[in-house]
Each structure stands twice: as structure tokens, then as C-alpha cells.
């Protein structure tokens, strides 16, 4: 199997407090790889050691098969990347920023700019200076300026940060046609969990700077996560009815009121004619799946 990134055993300290601990992370080519943790687990300091922005201070990096060093430019001129928040020229316009990356990253090719632009919908605004842009125009252009080179592999920490719902489906529209029509490789972050379920082939979750397990997204589909969820009033009795009366313990009480029934073998009917004879008031009986997002709460939950 071909790899565009593993690292080895990657750990980052500052003022010997690790914030990144022991990681073995790998992106194949051609996936887009959704990268999940919570705010401080560590996520963009992984990304800004795979971008050479910081040394480990343990572990090694690979990159397109070759170790990562302090002098490994050619590799990084085969990728693109946005970390944190995009920074520009404020008094430049767009047009001229992205002209500006294009010299120092040593990248000619006739029209390469305005292609830009336009994949990121921003023609109009590409001659603007840059400080009268929003937010989510700035978000844009930091996208265009990642993909200007034709990049082979694309870094994206949090791209999703201040675009509004017609803009996030844009850009997750674009970054499928660039993985699967352009085989470019993705590594993205993002806190929005459902964008993330709807465009990654592979997710890694990472928490308190450890990598809690990579799987497909395949793989959390094939899960049994299907549950009932049961809303009634009196929980301890609705949960003695099922363990006792119906035999089932594969559940879980959510809350004062809810319960998440994982035994899902038995029909719902039956549950609820046991739940009433035995006086309990049922509220409402619905069939769920889970989603990324609860995978997501139940890993981290589990780890913390």
C-alpha cells in the first residue's frame, strides 16, 4: 500500500510538557484523511511538524516515502497547506498575493493564478486588496493560495473556519473533485464532524496528544451503532425492565430521561408493551444510528 505521510513514534515537548505523545499516524494516497480532536488535543502541532514548521522532539516523519529533514525542500514544494489562520499582504490584493507565492515558491506556469481564483470562486474580488476581504473570502484565498501549485498533497488545519453553509458545501464539493478527479492527497482538520463524515475515506482521532486509533470510514459504518432511544420518566424502573424482564444490558442511561438502547435485536413493540406494564411512562421510542460525531464523544469520553 502506497503512503503519502507516516509518521514513526512522533513526540513534541515544550518546556518538557509533551503535546504530542508517541504518534503513529498514516495517509495513503489518494484518501482524504479527516484528522478529529478536540481543541488543544494536539492536531496543529502534528500538522506544522509534517510541514517542517516544527522539529519533533522524538519519532521520525515520513513524507512520499523520504524521511523529513531540515533540508527536505523539494518535498515541500510537492504539497500545499493552510495551518491556523491564513496570513497575507493585507495592502496587496488577492491576485497579488498568490502572485507573490508563486515567485518564492518558484512556480510559473501561465495562468495559474486566475485558474486559482476561479476554482475558489473569487475573479470578482482578486484584484480587491485583500484587508476589505471577510473572513470566509480570506478562508478562500488561503485555499487557492494551497492549491496553486498543483500540489500532490494538501495540509488543511480548520478550512472551514468562517465560511457560511453555501461556502462549506463549495469548498467539500472541491476538495472531493481535487482528491478523487486531481488524486490529489488531503489531510484536513476540522471541529464541523459531519463536513468531515461526508468527504473523509479514513479518520485518525486524536486526544491529550495521542493517537486514539485510525480506522475507515467504512469501518465506522460497518459498526453496530444502530441503538433505540428510549425518553420516559421513571429510568431506574425502565432500566430494571430491561435487564430483568427483557434480558438486555446493552444499554446505556444518557441522561435523566434517556436511554440508548444497543441491543436493537429485540423489537421495539416488545419493548414498549414490557416498559407500560411495568408502569413506565414512555415519552417517545425512536430507532437512531449513531454518527461520526457520537463515535467521536464516546472515543474521547472513553480516553479522558
Do not use: W
Not at 27 to 42: H, M, Q, S, T
Request: with cysteine; hydrophobic share 40%; aromatic share 6%.
Amino acid at each position: 500500500m502506497s503512503y503519502v505521510i507516516r509518521t514513526h513514534g512522533i513526540t513534541k515537548a515544550f518546556d518538557n510538557n509533551e503535546v504530542v505523545s508517541n504518534v503513529d499516524m498514516n495517509v495513503k494516497r489518494n484518501e482524504i484523511y479527516g484528522f478529529l480532536g478536540p481543541n488543544g488535543a494536539g492536531k496543529t502541532t502534528i500538522m506544522k511538524m509534517i510541514t517542517n514548521l516544527l522539529k519533533p522532539t522524538s519519532g521520525e516523519i515520513e513524507i512520499f516515502g523520504e524521511r523529513l529533514t531540515h533540508s527536505s525542500y523539494n518535498v515541500l514544494k510537492r504539497m500545499g497547506s493552510i495551518i491556523e489562520y491564513p496570513a497575507f499582504y493585507d495592502h496587496l490584493s488577492g491576485a497579488a498575493n498568490l502572485e507573490l507565492h508563486c515567485e518564492y515558491m518558484g512556480y510559473y506556469s501561465p495562468n495559474s493564478v486566475q485558474n486559482a481564483l476561479e476554482m475558489l470562486d473569487l475573479t470578482e474580488t482578486g484584484n480587491k486588496a485583500v484587508r476589505s476581504y471577510s473572513l470566509g473570502m480570506k478562508q478562500r484565498l488561503g485555499l487557492a493560495r494551497a492549491v496553486l501549485t498543483k500540489p500532490e498533497l494538501l495540509i488543511l488545519d480548520e478550512p472551514m473556519n468562517g465560511l457560511d453553509p453555501a461556502g462549506i458545501k463549495y469548498i467539500r464539493d472541491l476538495l472531493k473533485m481535487l482528491c478523487k478527479e486531481c488524486g490529489i492527497t488531503i489531510l484536513i482538520s476540522s471541529h464541523i464532524l459531519s463536513e468531515i463524515e461526508n468527504i473523509a475515506d479514513t479518520i485518525g482521532i486524536i486526544n491529550h496528544g495521542k493517537m486514539l486509533r485510525e480506522l475507515t470510514m467504512q469501518e465506522v459504518r460497518d459498526m453496530n451503532l444502530s441503538y433505540v432511544e428510549l425518553v420516559a420518566g421513571n429510568l431506574k424502573q425502565a432500566a430494571y425492565v430491561l435487564s430483568e424482564h427483557l434480558h438486555i444490558n446493552n444499554f446505556k442511561i444518557i441522561d435523566d430521561k434517556v436511554i440508548r438502547i444497543y441491543d436493537v435485536a429485540t423489537p421495539t413493540p416488545e419493548l414498549s408493551k414490557s416498559l407500560v406494564q411495568s408502569d413506565v411512562a414512555i415519552e417517545s421510542m425512536s430507532k437512531k444510528s449513531e454518527s461520526l460525531e457520537d463515535y467521536f464523544i464516546k472515543m474521547t469520553t472513553e480516553d479522558r
